[in-house]
């Protein structure tokens, strides 16, 4: 795939632009029969109604609330897109796009109040149960994300994903959704994006609860995370699959990492192993267990720095086993690409130890790569492309469940720059499903502007934008949101159509 990345941004720019274009950009793509499509939200992120009906204080809580200064405007997620309360709204939204499915998630202590399973809140179990039906009654999928990052308040104040015991909470919480919901849940994604859970959260202050412990923290969550998400499974797997008949995954968050120069590879290898090869290399290699090239480094490093054993903590052949393959399909969600580079300046540069130091290499971007005002997400398809390659040939061909790829921009309807982010990925994974990559199904994060962690309410992900000013929450369809559609509806890909948005949106 050799795109001339800035030649092909003005062309697209230029034809977008004019309202055509011409050439083979403009040739119909097929996507294959039974493909899926969906769009996806969270909890947090979109509920509101943080302190009612019986929901207890969750992580994003305390943040928000006791330490404003590490979110970029200050707001938090107490009422945000109120879906609480306006979830019938949302389905119509989804029945206006057409989708196959809704990836959403619960929150933990709105079902658990205590944490544990000794008290089900039932007004928690009536809203889920209310917004399931909701979908069911529409044909639409529910795809249900068990843990989006809103982790009990009184958890964390027992170490949460550092405390081994946090494979029993967590089992038990997903255990006590599985009785609740699994007779209409057939689609379950237990922990979404380990790597930002422990990386940002434990390792550094990017997410709640914002440890920054540097080096420590996020190799015992990766650790705990990961034997949670296969207890999980395995509960499922013995004790509701046989009836049920459901599907259970991990989506993972994979960027790709590309050399810089020719003779950079092993950067780039070593940057795949560490930012997310850490989760898929355990669970979908033959071998199972974290990437060999990563035990051996972080197990050099913490020698160097005179630890008495790898800060990174070992599986026991028992826990390799039962890790491995305990993923019916490889969830995956993307955003962008980075180049990588490493030489002896590395070393000293970042802050030892931490996990950027273990991992010693320096990232770059693109100017170029940059469309729309926003610097969050970046447009690379052919990192999209090369990423589904290489989980094709890494891993055995798994079936790929594209849980989240979006674009996020500061505002307005008229967003072509994520029209054309969409567009060029959908064609992107096209170009990889045609070479065999098993993918099933595609979720465009997110179905309407929402709460973006530290961000707050700058960065905007939503096909739907959201007037946040007003008690309502008004939510309307922007440019892409009428191409999305056409894409779902037809399960075809015409990177040249230009919709109508004088013709107001209505479910067909
Ligand atoms: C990753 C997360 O799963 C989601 O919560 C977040 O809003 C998007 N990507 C965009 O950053």
């Known amino acids: 795939m050799a795109y001339h990345h800035y030649t092909l941004i003005l062309l697209l720019a230029v034809q977008l632009e004019n309202g055509h274009a011409t050439g083979s950009r403009c040739k119909i793509r097929k996507f294959p029969h039974g493909f899926m499509f969906g769009t996806a939200t969270s909890s947090y992120q979109i509920e509101g109604a943080w302190n009612v009906d019986g929901k207890t204080e969750n992580i994003w809580d305390r943040l928000t609330h006791t330490r404003q200064y590490l979110v970029r405007d200050q707001s938090s997620g107490d009422t945000t897109d109120n879906s609480y309360y306006l979830y019938k709204r949302d389905v119509e939204m989804l029945r206006e796009l057409g989708v196959d499915f809704y990836r959403f998630s619960i929150s933990w202590t709105r079902i658990l109040p205590t ?29 249900v994300t068990i843990f989006h990052w809103d982790l009990p308040q009184k958890l964390q104040d027992l170490g949460g994903w550092a405390n081994p015991y946090i494979v029993d909470w967590y089992a038990d919480y997903a255990r006590t959704l599985f009785k609740l919901f699994g007779d209409r849940v057939k689609y379950w994604v237990t922990i979404n994006e380990p790597h930002q859970v422990c990386y940002f959260a434990y390792g550094d202050k990017i997410l709640a609860p914002a440890l ?45 990492y590309e050399p810089l120069y020719k003779n950079q590879s092993k950067a780039a290898f070593d940057a795949n192993q560490f930012e997310w090869e850490q989760y898929s290399h355990p669970i979908f290699s033959k071998t199972g267990d974290f990437p060999p090239a990563m035990k051996k480094r972080i197990a050099e490093r913490s020698a160097e720095q005179g630890f008495p054993r790898s800060r990174l903590p070992e599986f026991t052949p028992q826990e390799i086993q039962f890790i491995r393959g305990s993923s019916d399909f490889f969830g995956l969600n993307h955003y962008l690409t980075n180049y990588v580079s490493r030489n002896k300046s590395v070393y000293g540069y970042y802050e030892s130890p931490s996990f950027n130091d273990d991992l010693g290499v320096f990232f770059h971007v693109l100017p170029e790569w940059t469309i729309g005002q926003s610097n969050f997400t970046k447009f690379v398809p052919w990192g999209f492309y ?14 790929v469940f594209i849980t989240e790829n979006g674009f996020s921009t500061y505002g307005g309807r008229i967003d072509n720059d994520r029209v054309l982010y969409y567009t060029e990925y959908l064609s992107a994974m096209l170009d990889a499903m045609e070479e065999g990559s098993d993918v099933q199904a595609y979720t465009a994060w997110s179905l309407m502007d929402n709460f ?25 369809p922007r440019k892409s949101a009428y191409v999305l559609r056409e894409i779902f509806q037809t399960h075809l890909l015409n990177r040249c159509y230009i919709p109508d948005m004088k013709v107001p949106m209505a479910i067909t």
């Open 115 to 143: 944490s544990f399973p000794d008290k089900i809140n039932k007004a928690g179990v009536a809203y889920y149960n209310n917004l399931i039906n909701e979908l069911l009654k529409h044909n639409i999928k529910p795809v």
């Open 212 to 256: 920054d412990i540097k080096g420590v923290a996020e190799y015992l969550c990766a650790k705990n995370v990961l034997l949670a998400h296969a207890t999980a499974y395995h509960i499922y797997d013995k004790e509701f699959r046989p009836k049920q008949k459901g599907i259970v995954f991990i989506s993972l968050s994979a960027q790709w």
């Open 386 to 399: 090369k990423l589904l390659t290489y989980i094709r040939k890494e891993y055995g061909n798994p079936t």
């Open 452 to 476: 973006e962690w530290t961000y707050g309410y700058t960065e905007k992900f939503g096909v739907y934008e959201v007037d946040f000013s007003t008690p309502e929450r008004k939510r309307t």
